[in-house]
C-alpha cells in the first residue's frame, strides 16, 4: 500500500507565500495597533524612531525598485489607512 505524503513547500519562500493572506492580515493588526494615538503618544522617542525605520527599511528592501518611490508608496499606504480608521472603514 503506497503512503500519500502531504506536498510540502520546497523553500521557505514559497511556504510564506501560502500564508501571505495570514501575514497581511497580521501586518495590517499591528500597523493599525502602532498607529493608535495612545501608542504613540506613550512611547519613548528612541522606539517610535527605530520604529519608523524599521518599516523603512524592511518596505524598501521589498524589490529592488526605488527605495524613494517605495517610501512615498509606503507614507501613502499609510496616510489611507488613516483615512479609512478616521472614517469608520
Given at each position: 500500500m503506497?503512503?500519500?505524503?502531504?506536498?510540502a513547500?520546497k523553500?521557505?519562500?514559497?511556504?510564506?507565500?501560502t500564508k501571505?493572506?495570514?501575514?497581511c492580515?497580521m501586518?495590517d493588526?499591528?500597523?493599525?495597533?502602532?498607529?493608535k494615538?495612545?501608542r504613540?503618544?506613550?512611547?519613548p522617542?528612541?522606539?517610535?524612531?527605530?520604529a519608523?525605520?524599521?518599516?523603512i527599511?524592511k518596505?524598501?528592501?521589498?524589490?529592488?525598485g526605488s527605495?524613494t518611490g517605495?517610501?512615498i508608496?509606503?507614507?501613502?499606504a499609510?496616510k489611507?489607512?488613516g483615512?479609512d480608521?478616521?472614517?469608520?472603514?
Amino acid at each position: 500500500m503506497a503512503t500519500r505524503r502531504k506536498k510540502a513547500p520546497k523553500s521557505v519562500t514559497e511556504y510564506m507565500e501560502t500564508k501571505s493572506g495570514q501575514i497581511c492580515k497580521m501586518l495590517d493588526d499591528y500597523l493599525e495597533e502602532m498607529s493608535k494615538p495612545e501608542r504613540v503618544e506613550s512611547a519613548p522617542l528612541n522606539q517610535l524612531a527605530s520604529a519608523i525605520c524599521s518599516l523603512i527599511e524592511k518596505f524598501s528592501k521589498v524589490s529592488e525598485g526605488s527605495s524613494t518611490g517605495q517610501i512615498i508608496e509606503l507614507i501613502n499606504a499609510l496616510k489611507q489607512n488613516g483615512d479609512d480608521t478616521t472614517n469608520g472603514g
